[in-house]
């Protein structure tokens, strides 16, 4: 069985562009959770969607936005680059209900010069 | 308040010997799920071992286990005979309730060294 995939792997950006992250989840997999982590705040919740709706939404501006498709697979979107956007943004994939663990893929790390 | 609470930013520990990566919680949901997590360089969160609040005994899997002391709100792991492939970071995270999703909180970390 695949695992979590994130794509691109590593990315540079310039200050005021935007950029597009995507997650393929397990198969079968309805949850995909994103998570922003810097050296300075740690690991931090995005959102989460659930069969293609936002569940819930972490603390973060409304430049980072997201979205999930029919099968699963899910897009966040980061508007107007800041320096500080700089990190490493994982995907997390679950079935989505029950007490399952949450299964990371390996991040994309996005540089914002 | 931080939910979540790592003290120990690094740790090292003789390869073969047993460590414990400490943590604790804080939440008012009677129905949680800690989790412990580790992170190579390479990124990826490696899912290692779960406890549930309503679980009776503390959970094991193969050289994890975790050490729940739900009155003292701590959840700490134990790697036992330690294995130089076990340097990274850990995370303890924890999952809050039944409603909230899939939403982790995660700690700070702790940095595990792991010498030959």
């Known amino acids: 069985k695949a695992g979590v995939t994130q794509t691109p792997r590593y990315l540079i950006k310039t200050r005021g562009q935007q950029v597009t992250l995507s997650c393929s989840p397990i198969s079968g997999h309805r949850s995909v959770s994103w998570y922003q982590q810097t050296p300075g705040q740690g690991l931090q919740f995005l959102f989460e969607?659930?069969?293609?709706?936002?569940?819930n939404k972490g603390n973060f501006p409304g430049r980072f936005s997201g979205r999930q498709f029919s099968n699963s697979r899910s897009e966040m979107n980061v508007s107007t680059l800041e320096l500080g956007d700089s990190a490493l943004y994982l995907c997390?994939?679950?079935?989505?209900?029950?007490?399952?663990?949450?299964?990371f893929g390996q991040g994309t790390r996005l540089t914002v010069v | 308040a931080q939910k979540i609470t790592q003290t120990q930013p690094g740790m090292f520990v003789q390869e073969k010997e047993a460590v414990t990566l400490d943590c604790t919680y804080d939440t008012s949901d009677p129905s949680y799920g800690l989790f412990w997590y580790k992170q190579p360089s390479s990124g990826e969160m490696i899912f290692l071992i779960y406890?549930?609040?309503?679980?009776?005994q503390n959970a094991t899997e193969g050289r994890y286990s975790l050490n729940f002391q739900k009155a003292r709100k701590s959840a700490n792991l134990v790697i036992s005979a330690s294995q130089l492939g076990d340097s990274a970071m850990y995370f303890c995270a924890m999952r809050e309730g039944l409603t909230s999703g899939s939403r982790l909180t995660f700690g700070e970390g702790t940095q595990l060294t792991v010498n030959p």
């Open positions: 969607y659930f069969s293609e709706t936002q569940r």
């Open positions: 406890q549930g609040s309503y679980d009776q």
């Open positions: 997390a994939s679950r079935p989505g209900t029950g007490v399952s663990e949450a299964f």
